[in-house]
């Protein structure tokens, strides 16, 4: 049988999800670059992100404070040699190619931009190692704009809820912009990332201690625990 949230899928049961995500969450951490978005700096936000991808949120926290302890504006990140930010960044996934990217970054934001995070969608997709879910986050968590994070979490969430039919992130925001309440758009990311990680893991996910069973359809979860 179809979940309430196929079924209905309008704001009364979408609010349902929300709260049920929002009290989970409160026992549970932020994203390092949710927290990192605490100190107000687009700049923080931006390359907190771009060395989150593919990689586990504790690498990408002594990481990213390796970095920004050595170099943390645009400016010092762009005289930085790539094999020092390297060494700063090492594990994190692609450190290599994250390590180019973070220093081409910093100087088109210095030579583009005045020095300043670019705040629109097209002049940060033009930023080297810049996609749509990063860019998202930057306009969020950085600027306070209205956008739709889409990670892997968010992806394999939505469409294991049965809300969304989707085969890439990047569609899965196009969808979550056409059918969730605008209300939401800024907090999605905030509730699923924590709560993909803790309880709706990708494989064989926590099913008997989740509180949204009756708005799941449970999409390709094959065992669960």
């Keep these: 049988m179809p979940s309430l949230l196929t079924v209905e899928m309008d704001n009364t049961a979408i609010d ?15 994203p390092i670059v949710s927290r990192v978005a ?41 005289e930085t040699p790539e094999k ?3 060494e700063n960044i090492f594990p994190v996934g692609f450190y290599k190619t994250k390590a180019v990217h973070i220093r081409q970054t910093s100087r088109i934001i210095l030579n583009d ?16 190692g810049v996609g749509r879910k990063t860019a998202n986050l930057v306009l ?5 704009k209205m956008g ?8 394999r969430i939505t469409n294991r809820w049965g809300y969304v039919k989707t085969e890439t992130p990047d569609e899965t925001e196009m969808r979550l912009r056409e059918i969730l ?42 065992r669960s625990r």
Excluded at 52 to 76: Q, Y
Excluded at 140 to 144: A, P, S, T, W, Y
């Design 140 to 144: 969020i968590l950085g600027f306070d």
């Design 16 to 30: 349902s999800v929300f709260e049920v995500l929002e009290h989970a969450i409160s026992t549970m951490q932020l």
């Design 84 to 86: 020092v930010i390297e």
């Design 181 to 222: 309440p605008h209300r939401y758009w800024k907090r999605i990311n905030d509730c699923l990332v924590p709560y993909g990680q803790n309880l709706c893991v990708p494989i064989s996910p926590y099913c008997s201690r989740c509180g949204l069973v009756e708005y799941c359809d449970r999409v390709k979860v094959k």
């Design 38 to 78: 605490f100190d107000n700096d687009p700049f923080k936000v931006l390359i907190s992100t771009m060395l989150s991808l593919r990689t586990k949120d504790a690498t990408t926290e002594e990481a990213f404070t390796r970095l920004f302890s050595a170099a943390s504006s645009p400016e010092a990140l762009a």
């Design 148 to 155: 739709i994070c889409v990670d892997t979490h968010v992806h």
């Design 113 to 128: 931009f005045g020095g300043r995070v670019p705040d629109t969608m097209e002049d940060l997709l033009k930023l080297p």
